[in-house]
């Protein structure tokens, strides 16, 4: 080997163990494998265009439901079933029944690359309001009370906020037992911190 060769060589072997006593003092290992970091994190930008008037199918409407993304409800428009030609209070359970089902599917391909969840059960399920209940009232197979924080709020946001429902900004709701209903507002509050308890979805007894 040459002079500049062996030269060459060592300057490589020094820089080498320089480089290593750096990685030791940052208590990062050494390694001669190379390491691919991979690309950077993709931003979660919670927000899905809402779909043009061609991607509509006959006899489907636009509607709001709210989804969690980065720890805070968001509405998101899907469409769904058109329910206005029934009666009322059929229309009214159908319309809740509809927007459930929306709320149980997992996100799409684009909802979940934007960040968006669901944490209501996929086996929850709507009963009419029995004789005695207020007339808004939503029966459900589980005790509202039982349900996550994030689905209880999903639910008294995405009712609350349905025009078919009335636009309350509330859901009046009980169990499948005779329990008394309550209604379970929508605030701010809910919306920025569904994850802060049921005390944040404000329950508030039916007033006759």
Known sequence: MSRNGRLRRAAAGALGAVAALALAGCG?????????AGGAPSR??????????????????PATVYLVCSGTLVPVTRT???????????AQLRAARVLLGELRRPPSAREEEAGFASA?????????ARPGDPRDTLRLSVPPDALPSFALAQLACTFGDS????????????????SEPHRYACTADVRAHPDAGRDTVEETPIVP
Do not use: F, Q
Not at 166 to 174: I, Y
């Open 28 to 36: 990062v290992r050494g390694t001669t494998v190379p390491v691919d």
């Open 44 to 61: 979660i930008s919670c927000e899905v265009r809402e779909p043009g008037a061609a991607a509509r199918a006959p006899g489907r409407i």
């Open 80 to 90: 769904v079933a058109h329910t206005a030609e029934r009666p009322a209070a059929a």
């Open 120 to 128: 209501v059960p996929e086996d929850l399920t709507i009963a009419p």
């Open 163 to 178: 025009r078919v429902l009335g636009h309350h900004r509330a859901a009046v709701l009980g169990g499948p037992d005779d």
